[in-house]
């Protein structure tokens, strides 16, 4: 019955989108606002469901170069695994340092890691975007952010 490798990652996503739809439906509902906060997980499980069994029915074969274009080399693994470690240390950080702060590291540590050795453009970038996206969180959206160890 399961036959190609699209029909199994379809399972596997539909398993998780089956979990993630719980975990929504269990999100704390909040009196006296117009959307509340289960809406948009819904919404993202109910399509990722949708999409799940698309790929299920979807007929296309995978050729040879598509199969060859899967795999990874062992360099390129660790260097997935050394960034996927960079995302839990700012995961962890993030409510003890604050989201300026540890955006401001995470993006300046990445960059160098992966390579790029524009260190004015880097900082540039390390500075703004999370900046920018401080004050919009904050001060536009009133979304509070993790101020960390910073005073403001």
């Known amino acids: 019955m399961i036959k190609t490798l699209n029909?199994?990652?379809s399972i596997l996503l539909l398993a998780i989108a089956i979990g993630y739809l719980y975990l929504s439906y269990?999100?704390?509902?909040y009196p006296y606002v117009p959307v509340d906060s289960d809406l948009v997980p819904k919404f993202l499980g109910y399509l990722l469901i949708v999409l799940a069994i698309a790929?299920?029915?979807d007929k296309s074969s995978e050729t040879e170069d598509e199969k060859a274009k899967r795999v990874v080399p062992k360099?390129?693994?660790?260097?997935?695994?050394?960034v996927g470690g960079?995302?839990?240390?700012?995961?962890?950080?993030f409510e003890i340092l604050g989201f300026l702060l540890t955006t401001f590291l995470f993006i300046l540590a990445c960059s160098a890691f992966l390579g790029y050795r524009k260190w004015g453009t880097s900082l540039i970038?390390?500075?703004v975007f999370p900046g920018a996206l401080y004050y919009v969180f904050n001060y536009l959206l009133q979304?509070?952010?993790p101020q960390g160890i910073l005073p403001f």
């Open 55 to 57: 790929l299920f029915f």
């Open 143 to 145: 979304i509070r952010l």
């Open 125 to 127: 970038v390390a500075l």
């Open 7 to 9: 029909q199994k990652i």
């Open 26 to 29: 269990n999100l704390k509902e």
């Open 75 to 82: 360099k390129e693994i660790l260097v997935m695994a050394a």
């Open 86 to 93: 960079m995302i839990f240390i700012y995961i962890f950080l």
